[in-house]
């Protein structure tokens, strides 16, 4: 029993300091699984009504869905587990939270202070294990320094470049009396605030608008960062594009940042890109990169990259600028405010519309290649054809979508149109498989009114399997579609291309049956095969008012294309497995 509980605001135990902290700071979702050590925060959630807990299966899941809820909502994700495995559990789902700044608070039991270092039951180095896949981790040893510990730790979530946060908190120091601190931080959130009135700033904006004036073959290259800065960040970009009529393209993580239905975007670049994203990067005589950060999938091989082109880069995190290339004009900052200044220098420039004109003329012609084009199979179902009839069933609904990782989350990314920010959920940098089905379910617990689609692949989706329950317990209604190879696809594909067919360990042999494994579950589910019923069933998939599994089986030895190869550049690309696209 807790002799502190319920005796007033004045007296409150750590661990119901802590929770009246998070909703002060407008925290009313918290994704969890309970443990011995982190019982006393359990038993302060059993009496407050303002905090929905979503119990999951597996620790990983709850940070995957923290993530789903954060990226979609533009608020942290808060995530609670016991000591030991608990947080050992968790790390995946920090790695992949700030491999793609996404802000999550990881919340962990710890065994009592007088235990640490004695080897107790479920005990473990928190800080030590999570201090390289965290922006900041921290253990609370006093209960006056809960409040405070506590805000800090979620404004850090959001603060600069977004990602994970952890708070160890020790067992005695939930149970023990905690004083009502005042503290400064707690209403402190969001990006740090850019000065605009910096000399050094104004100089970088001028510098970058007239070298967008004087462009002949510029490209605007958006990233992750577009989406974390928010909507008003995206239109500000959106509307630049536009006044300049240039061409836009878009990283894995930036999806949804630019509509996708502007005739001025010419597709995602990178490995798995389009053939005129990419060699419109090689050709460009200027990259405006805003909120992206150059990464290896991007650039393919750093001697070729963008090799006639000056660079401008616009970023938050000034780790980023200058890392992995430099940059002729940078800008550090919120990209929301930085954007409004350049459009406002551009627009006095008054740049004829048509003085792209030949530039447009030379990427029509590498569009005219049409390099995402496929030839709908009467006998089979093609990955590409699942993805072309889930967009079609998509349009209109302003759906949520996440993947797993692999060959469904290039061909998702490929065919799946997206017009507005926030709606394409997926594992970037970390590239962690089991990351689509929980993230689904965070997104539909924030937005329960959505239609949420998880597109998956069926080695992916194994890795947090258990998860359904999660949802059908707290009642989120999400879709899977199964991408089902019976291959770790990727895997194979690299195996074919690159390993000279040697196929090691990347077939699955024992596969489950998904649909009666769905029902299990209690979720209704479904199998279809034939090319003649998969649009009646994606119908009947995404109108169920419940949970429901679509095992869609699809022509297993399909290869993902365009492809620009590891150590390759922009101007060499596979079209085929026979067909290649190389330009001086």
Not at 231 to 247: G, H, K, Y
Not at 312 to 339: E, F, Q, W
Not at 390 to 404: K, S
Request: with cysteine.
């Amino acid at each position: 029993m807790n002799p502190t509980a319920n005796t007033g605001p004045d007296r409150l135990d750590g661990a119901q300091r802590m929770l009246q902290t998070l909703i002060d700071l407008g925290v009313d979702t918290i994704f969890g699984y309970p443990g011995g050590a982190v019982l006393p925060l359990y038993d302060a959630l059993y009496s407050e009504p303002r905090i929905r807990h979503i119990l999951v299966r597996h620790e990983q899941g709850a940070v995957h869905a923290a993530e789903g809820y954060a990226r979609s909502t533009g608020k942290p994700g808060v995530v609670l587990v016991t000591s030991g495995p608990g947080m050992a559990n968790t790390t995946s789902g920090l790695l992949d939270a700030l491999c793609d700044s996404i802000p999550v608070l990881c919340i962990s039991g710890q065994v009592a202070t007088t235990a640490i270092g004695t080897d107790a039951f479920q005990e473990c180095d928190a800080v030590g294990i999570s201090r390289p896949v965290t922006k900041w981790n921290v253990q609370i040893r006093r209960g006056e320094d809960i409040a405070a510990v506590t805000a800090k730790a979620y404004r850090m979530t959001t603060q600069g470049r977004p990602g994970p946060v952890l708070i160890d908190f020790p067992k005695d120091v939930q149970i023990a009396e905690a004083p009502a601190l005042a503290t400064e931080e707690a209403s402190e959130s969001g990006p740090a605030a850019t000065d605009l009135g910096n000399p050094a700033t104004e100089a970088a904006v001028k510098r970058a608008a007239g070298l967008i004036a004087n462009a002949k073959r510029p490209v605007f290259y958006g990233g992750g960062g577009l989406i974390n800065s928010g909507l008003d960040a995206c239109e500000t970009f959106t509307s630049l594009v536009q006044d300049l009529n240039a061409p836009c393209t878009l990283t894995l993580m930036g999806l949804g940042a630019f509509p996708a239905d502007d005739p001025r975007f010419i597709g995602m670049l990178g490995m798995h890109g389009t053939l005129e994203a990419n060699l419109a990067m090689h050709h460009a005589d200027l990259i405006i990169c805003v909120g992206a950060r150059f990464d290896d999938r991007i650039t393919g091989r750093l001697s070729d990259f963008c090799p006639h082109a000056a660079k401008i880069h616009i970023d938050i995190d000034p780790a980023s600028i200058n890392k992995v290339v430099r940059a002729d004009v940078a800008m550090v900052g919120d990209c929301y405010p930085l954007l409004r200044a350049l459009r406002k220098e551009v627009a006095a420039m008054d740049l004829a519309q048509d003085r792209l004109q030949a530039w447009w003329g030379r990427i029509g012609v590498w569009r005219a290649r049409d390099c995402l084009a496929v030839t709908p199979s009467d006998t089979h179902i093609l990955p590409q054809q699942l993805l072309q009839r889930l967009n079609a069933a998509l349009q209109g609904r302003d759906a949520i979508v996440t993947t797993d990782v692999g060959q469904h989350q290039m061909w998702a990314a490929q065919y799946l149109r997206f017009s507005r920010p926030n709606r394409w959920l997926t594992s970037g940098g970390a590239g962690t498989m089991g990351y689509g089905l929980p993230a689904a379910i965070g997104a539909q617990v924030a937005h329960p009114d959505k239609l949420v689609v998880c597109v998956s692949g069926d080695a992916s989706v194994l890795m947090n399997i258990q998860e359904m329950a999660t949802a059908v317990q707290h009642r989120t209604p999400v879709k899977v579609v199964l991408c089902n190879n019976r291959h770790m696809g990727m895997v194979r594909q690299w195996q074919e291309l690159i390993h000279d067919g040697r196929y090691s360990h990347s077939y699955n042999d024992s596969m489950p049956d998904f649909v009666a494994l769905a029902k299990a579950f209690g979720w209704q589910a479904e199998r279809v095969e034939d090319p003649a019923g998969l649009e009646s069933a994606l119908a009947r998939c995404l109108a169920s008012d419940g949970p429901y599994f679509l095992d869609v089986a699809v022509l297993a030895q399909e290869n993902c294309f365009p492809m620009m190869p590891a150590g390759y550049g922009h101007q060499q690309v596979m079209l085929s497995e026979d067909t290649w696209y190389v330009e001086e």
